[in-house]
């Protein structure tokens, strides 16, 4: 054995009397020593035709009669350490390929060979089929190879990617997407997406390339928190369009590609549980039993029936299921296989979620208007609400492919998928200002409310596609498509009440009488249902020597969708101590008498509505001098909307017809610099048509004012430009750079406008006179250095669009004024700035995944007021959240999630100086820590955790 040059103890150092200067540098010598004398072996695994890593290879090195193993990391990297002098055998195996050559090294004098290693891709050759390995499919590096390859601009998140995230729906998992915000509920958890600026009303969601229709009440769009993250193979953002896809995406289009059959045997079933810090003791989960009226009295005796108080249950109302801490739960099942010889391949999956959170909100409501001074514009706040939200949801997700080789000319595929949601929410408010405190401490009046909801949610849709080859360069394939989404709210449950309470000394109540008893039972019913068709021809013909594309197709859809909305409002007197006893209350219909039995029910809100679209476009993709491709066209698309209420026939636009046409060119270019670097310039146009209950003429009740619909609502049109470079190092590393550019042409914004006296006011949709525009930059970056790995991304989004707002204000001759004047602001929903940061560590060899992840949201408007300069903004929101993954053999592993680990609130102000509010509000609301600006609301959501273990065959 040989001696160490230098041994270095304390007692040498302190009898040389070495300064702490002169330790480090021994140290350090001590260090160069070491690696001067370190034998290793390292290098990367890499497939032989794209060049990219095989994350989580197995290595082999041999060494007389001792075999050492390493996993390739994420770079595609491995090592060998502490190695001897000698002759060893290299190797490497990763499934779906082919068992690299042996390399042989020699080691002697204490160096660091680099030896990489390079894997062909196993083909099975089965009728012409070439058979890969499935769970290549669902690797970052897959969809890295999709992004470089796609003919548009694209980013793409991996189910690997996916699993991984902290997010357990769709919709939270969209925020991690470069350019990406969500919109939240009340519950903390992303509802809508907000893609590059543009509001929800500006994208489109398909499954599997097929658009599906949204259960949304009033809008096209579908919230995205009721699809189950794990359910998808991949998840793909779409940002400029081909002539071949819907046009309707202004902002982008979200493409959920559901797992597909695999080549092999697959099994994975996954089963979790966990809950949020938000409910304890002092603060329960307040839960309660839905109403067994799952119609309306109307819907079951017609409209002109006069209800009565027996008509209706409050069981709603005096559930007592408080639960201190309920407990999540998740479950998922995923089986699929191939059959006949690999012919037929089948998969199904299923998920199940039963998730309880909430938030604690406090909130200063303004008034109907204004105040002149002593601003113009003055902010005057009405009510302070302090509420607290309990909401459950259950999710149920259950999806299968079938897919069938006939021949080698033609194949079949069947899909389906069912969703199904329900959200009970529990709103408890108390409005600590409206009647303030009395002067007294011995009395106290507050205004209460409580409101039970159930908001159930499904989405079906069955595809059956086919493939066919014609002839040797003609392709046909095609959709039949059934979908039908709906949503219900069925018997709301609002109850409000002045609570005039006597108080002891001590503060304990004496005495209370209920005044101004108000209940209100409302229910809400919406189905949607599509039959759609689908056809494209791919012809290839060689020109020049060169194989072009020419593509033409088209589809037609027919859209039925019916609607109805009925409000029952009774009202009270006064009763001693209220204790949820519902039958003490002299309950009274304070709409009797309307004609139309004892409810509050505008009948326009009642439509039924059908429309057909149709679609035909042409698009040619052919390379120029090799290295750049180019795929353009044109897109037309026909509407035609048609809609009746359920109102008189003497009601001005009970009806109406509308139908418009619009030509959408569009063309994207892609530049190979080098094979793993693009550069991407591309032109499409795009339109947004109006929501359903937009064009129909409703009047509904808002949170604080009366909405109504506009049948002249005109659909919005945008041009959008787009250009990214792009670098595909290998692996799941990437770089990618780009801007864009939209004018959005008739864009939709709602407006107030006058009634039939000067106090009627309504918020009404409106096409703006002028065009809006948005523009910015996005950055997005992944590196991965051995088991580390650093994911960022970065957007900034600038838009701009000008409206009326009315403005209050006094003029010192003629007294309180009021006018309307332009104000320009941003799109509702856009950041400026947007970010994500991960940092990620994969280590095969320990079987351990984590990854801690931060997401960034700038300042951005909430909610568009009809006044002006009092919108509402939201500041910016961060979270930080936390997951990881352990194997624990090879089939079983253990995860955790943590959401919210800083308890992050979201907050809304007004561009207002805070000194508008009295003392007590200020006290209300708390901090206000900028004095320009005023805080009106504040969420806080708390930490949730989830952990459960996973089983993979």
């Known amino acids: ?3 160490p040059l230098l041994k270095l103890t304390a007692k040498t150092v302190k009898a040389a009397g070495h300064s702490p200067k002169m330790l480090l540098l021994l140290l350090f010598m001590m260090c160069l020593t070491a690696l001067a004398h370190a034998q290793a072996i390292r290098g990367k695994v890499f497939d032989a035709q794209t060049g990219e890593p095989l994350v989580g290879a197995t290595v082999t090195l041999k060494h007389a009669d001792q075999v050492m193993y390493a996993s390739a990391r994420l770079d595609g990297s491995f090592g060998f350490k502490n190695l001897k002098d000698g002759q060893y055998e290299l190797s490497s195996k990763y499934i779906g390929y082919e068992a690299s050559a042996v390399k042989t090294i020699s080691l002697t004098g204490k160096t660091t060979t680099t030896a990489n290693l390079v894997l062909k891709t196993l083909s099975t050759q089965m009728n012409e089929v070439t058979i890969s390995a499935h769970g290549n499919a669902e690797s970052d590096g897959a969809v890295r190879t999709l992004e470089k390859a796609a003919p548009n601009v694209m980013n793409v998140l991996s189910a690997n990617t996916i699993q991984l995230l902290p997010d357990v729906t769709v919709a939270n998992t969209l925020q991690r997407v470069s350019g990406v915000t969500i919109q939240r509920s009340p519950s903390g958890e992303g509802r809508y997406a907000i893609i590059r600026g543009m509001a929800q009303r500006y994208n489109n969601t398909l499954v599997n390339g097929i658009k599906i229709p ?70 329960p989960f307040v839960a309660f039993n839905g109403s067994p009226n799952r119609q309306s009295p109307a819907m079951v005796n017609g409209l002109n029936y006069a209800a009565t108080y027996a008509d209706f249950n409050n069981k709603a109302l005096t559930s007592d299921k408080n639960l201190n801490a309920p407990f999540n739960s998740t479950a998922g099942l995923t089986i699929g296989d191939r059959f006949l010889n690999n012919k037929l391949g089948v998969i199904v999956s299923g998920s199940y979620q039963n998730i309880y959170r909430g938030s604690d909100s406090k909130e200063l409501t303004p008034n109907a208007q204004p105040s002149a001074t002593p601003l113009p514009n003055s902010p005057q706040f009405s009510d302070a609400y302090d509420r607290t939200y309990s909401i459950q949801t259950q999710r149920l997700g259950l999806h299968n492919k079938i897919d069938y080789k006939i ?44 409101r039970s909801q159930l908001i159930q949610q499904n989405i079906y849709n ?45 503060g304990a109540v004496t005495n209370e009488v209920d005044n101004n008893t108000q209940l209100t039972h409302h229910w809400e019913n919406n189905r949607d249902r599509d039959l759609s ?6 012809y290839n013909p060689t020109i020049g020597g060169q194989v072009i594309e020419i593509t033409v197709g088209g589809l037609y859809r027919n859209k039925n969708r019916n609607s109805d909305y009925i409000t029952y409002s009774l009202t009270g007197g006064k009763s001693l101590l209220y204790n949820n006893n519902f039958n003490s209350i002299p309950f009274s219909f304070e709409n009797a008498g309307m004609g139309i039995g004892a409810n509050n029910s505008d009948l326009n809100d009642n439509y039924t509505l059908t429309e057909n679209d149709n679609a035909e476009y042409g698009q040619l993709k052919f390379n120029l001098l090799k290295k750049l491709e180019v795929l353009g066209g044109v897109r037309i698309e026909n509407t035609n909307l048609s809609y009746e209420t359920q109102s008189a026939l003497t009601v001005t636009e009970r009806s109406a017809n509308i139908s418009y046409t619009d030509v959408l060119p569009s063309v994207n270019l892609k530049y190979e610099l080098t094979p793993n670097q693009n550069l991407r310039a591309a032109y499409y146009a795009a339109l947004s048509r109006p929501g359903f209950g937009e064009n129909a003429p409703y009047t509904r009740d808002g949170e604080y004012y009366t909405e109504i619909g506009n049948p002249h609502l005109q659909h919005s049109t945008a041009d959008n430009l787009d250009l990214r470079y792009e670098l595909f190092p ?69 838009s701009r669009i000008t409206t009326q707002k009315l403005l209050y204000y006094s003029d010192p001759t003629a007294g309180l004024q009021q006018n309307f004047v332009d104000q320009t602001r941003p799109l509702q929903g856009q950041a400026d700035h947007v970010g994500n940061a991960s940092l990620l560590y994969k280590s095969s060899k320990l079987g351990l995944d984590m990854q801690l992840a931060f997401v960034y949201t700038g300042d951005r408007l909430a909610q568009v007021s009809p006044y002006a300069n009092l919108d509402f903004y939201q500041h910016a929101y961060d979270q930080l959240d936390f997951s ?70």
């Open 214 to 283: 949204s259960p949304d009440d009033a809008f096209r769009f579908v919230p995205m928190d009721v699809f189950p993250s794990e359910m998808l193979e991949r998840l793909e953002v779409i940002k400029t369009l081909t002539p071949s896809m819907e046009g309707d995406a202004i902002g982008g289009t979200m493409n959920l590609v559901m797992k597909s059959a695999p080549d092999h045997l697959v099994i994975s079933a996954n089963l979790s549980g966990g809950m949020s810090n938000l409910f304890s003791g002092s603060r």
């Open 730 to 798: 290998g692996g799941a590393d990437q770089l990618l750079i780009g801007t864009f550019y939209k004018k959005i042409h008739n864009p939709i914004e709602y407006f107030v406008v006058r009634g039939a006296g000067p106090s009627a006011q309504f918020v009404k949709p409106q096409n703006t006179d002028g065009d809006a525009t948005n523009y910015g930059a996005e950055l997005q970056a992944t590196k991965f250095f051995g088991t580390i790995g650093f994911s960022v991304n970065y957007t900034y989004t600038h």
């Open 1 to 3: 054995m040989k001696k």
């Open 462 to 506: 069955s595809t059956l596609h086919g493939d066919h080859v014609i002839t040797n360069n003609l392709r046909f394939n095609w959709d039949g498509v059934y979908s039908s989404a709906s949503r219900h709210m069925p018997d709301r449950t609002d109850f409000q009440y002045d609570a005039n309470k006597s108080l002891n000394a001590s």
């Open 533 to 538: 068709a689908y056809g494209n021809f791919i």
């Open 884 to 953: 990881f993954e352990k194997r624990i053999n090879k089939h079983f592993s253990f995860f955790g999630k943590i959401n919210n680990i800083t308890n992050a609130a979201s907050k809304i102000y007004l561009k207002y100086p805070h000194t508008s509010l009295d003392a007590k509000q200020q006290e209300f609301i708390g901090n206000q820590d900028i004095a320009a600006q005023t805080l009106v609301q504040s969420d806080y959501y708390k930490t949730s955790f989830l952990g459960g273990f996973r089983y993979k065959l």
């Open 407 to 450: 021949n080698d000319k033609n194949k079949l595929s069947l899909y389906n998928l069912y969703i199904h949601q329900n959200e009970y929410t529990s709103r408890y408010t108390s409005d600590t200002l409206g009647l303030g405190l009395n002067s007294t401490n011995l009395s106290k009046q507050i205004t209460f409310e409580n």
